[in-house]
């Protein structure tokens, strides 16, 4: 089974800094990797596809990178809602998935 | 607009099944597959399984194997997601969510609103 191991596990910062979040792969799931984030008492939204797609609706501020195991979700500049719960997720021996452990980004 | 609605919050005791229904709108049905995630209080998402609402094909975490049963009334829209000998730590809430297609990265692009579902003597 692939395990995803997300970095770190809490980020504090402040709005209008700009965040990066890292998701690495126990072997490579070439571009197959979703970012989600959930807020309390919220479902998860998908914010991107296949490594660096946005979904549907979400702001440009976000944004993907990374191939085989390593991962980067960066949020450019801080928006007050943007504080919550991101995981990654793998889908390369499809229809298996799974979710990495998640990061808290907190306001500093 | 595109959306799934899921069965309300459920109680059951240790040994028990519980089967949590998950209702799509908006779209075609039989044109994506649904996903079923939990969440246990306080920790992170754990992927249950997948199944196509074309075809009935499923696919289950190994950890559920022997426990677990996905299926689809394609009559009504309808996702089941049954789960048995329920233990303590399934106390969760229970997500469904579309599987978007190919070209969205079958990603989980739509998600039910959750089912508490608490186990407890």
């Known amino acids: 089974e692939i395990v995803l191991t997300q970095s770190p596990a809490t980020l504090s910062l402040s709005p209008g800094e700009r965040a990066t979040l890292s998701c690495r792969a126990s072997?490579?799931?070439?571009?197959?990797l979703a970012w989600y984030q959930q807020k309390p008492g919220q479902a998860p939204r998908l914010l991107i596809y296949?490594?660096?797609n946005r979904a549907t609706g979400i702001p440009a501020r976000f944004s993907g990178s990374g191939s085989g195991t390593d991962f980067t979700l960066t949020i450019s500049s801080l928006e007050p809602e943007d504080f919550a719960v991101y995981y990654c997720q793998q889908r390369s021996n499809w229809p298996l998935y799974t979710f990495g452990q998640g990061t808290k980004l907190e306001i500093k | 607009q595109v959306q799934l609605v899921q069965s309300g919050a459920e109680v059951k005791k240790p040994g028990a099944s519980v089967k949590v229904s998950c209702k799509a709108s908006g779209y075609t049905f039989t044109s994506y597959g649904i996903s079923w995630v939990r969440q246990a209080p306080g920790q992170g998402l754990e992927w249950m399984g997948w199944i196509s609402a074309y075809n009935g094909n499923t696919n289950y975490a190994q950890k559920l194997q022997g426990r677990v049963t996905m299926t689809t009334d394609t009559s009504t829209s309808t996702a089941y997601m049954e789960l048995r000998s329920l233990r303590s730590d399934d106390t969760a809430v229970y997500y469904c969510?579309?599987?978007?297609?190919?070209?969205?990265?079958?990603?989980?692009?739509?998600w039910g609103q959750g089912t508490m579902v608490t186990v407890s003597s």
């Open positions: 296949d490594a660096s």
């Open positions: 072997q490579s799931v070439s571009s197959y």
């Open positions: 969510a579309r599987v978007g297609s190919y070209y969205d990265g079958y990603a989980f692009d739509i």
